[in-house]
């Protein structure tokens, strides 16, 4: 028994679940913010796929969090069916690929951005841009871990 409250104490339903949920939603939003407000993203395709995988993190991270509360709440775990959570695995990985893969090119172009000594990128967007790319890291960090714990309790089932 003891194993199995450990492999839970990430998965959905839980208050370790909430904190990721939480964080990925809090993250997901500075990147939205920081690549949205008064910068001109939509120049380049890696921002502007870095907005579209951070929109479709946000609303993910507050239903799942929503359930959480719900679940620590009322005490029920109303998602711990297996079919469900695998559904809820595939949604993460697939979000989580999603966002390393937004950040990543996001980054790869204000390095290119930065190489041309700031030509074409003033030091003020520059630096907006990379805060909205580590906000965007830390979103994916907190998206991989949670799809971990929550595959480690479908796996211990």
């Given at each position: 028994?003891?194993?199995?409250e450990?492999?839970?104490?990430?998965?959905?339903?839980?208050?370790?679940?909430l904190g990721?949920?939480?964080?990925q939603?809090?993250f997901s939003?500075?990147?939205?913010?920081?690549m949205?407000?008064?910068?001109?993203?939509?120049?380049?395709t890696?921002?502007?796929?870095?907005?579209?995988?951070?929109?479709l993190?946000?609303?993910?991270?507050?239903?799942l969090a929503?359930i959480?509360?719900?679940?620590?709440?009322?005490?029920?775990?109303?998602?711990?069916?297996?079919?469900?959570m695998?559904?809820?695995?595939?949604?993460?990985?697939?979000l989580?690929?999603?966002s390393?893969?937004?950040?990543?090119?996001?980054?790869?172009?204000?390095d290119?951005?930065?190489?041309?000594?700031?030509?074409?990128c003033?030091?003020?967007?520059?630096?907006?841009?990379?805060?909205?790319?580590?906000?965007?890291?830390?979103?994916?960090?907190m998206?991989?871990?949670?799809?971990?714990?929550?595959?480690?309790?479908?796996?211990?089932?």
């Amino acid at each position: 028994m003891e194993n199995r409250e450990r492999a839970s104490a990430g998965a959905v339903g839980s208050a370790g679940s909430l904190g990721l949920r939480v964080g990925q939603a809090v993250f997901s939003s500075a990147s939205l913010l920081f690549m949205s407000v008064g910068v001109e993203f939509f120049s380049y395709t890696a921002f502007c796929f870095l907005v579209t995988i951070m929109g479709l993190v946000i609303p993910w991270s507050c239903t799942l969090a929503m359930i959480d509360v719900y679940s620590i709440l009322v005490g029920c775990r109303p998602l711990r069916v297996p079919g469900v959570m695998v559904i809820v695995v595939v949604g993460d990985w697939v979000l989580a690929i999603l966002s390393l893969a937004a950040a990543s090119s996001s980054a790869a172009v204000i390095d290119l951005l930065l190489q041309f000594h700031g030509s074409h990128c003033s030091p003020r967007f520059c630096g907006r841009y990379q805060l909205s790319v580590m906000m965007a890291f830390l979103s994916w960090s907190m998206t991989a871990a949670s799809s971990l714990f929550n595959l480690w309790f479908v796996a211990s089932r």
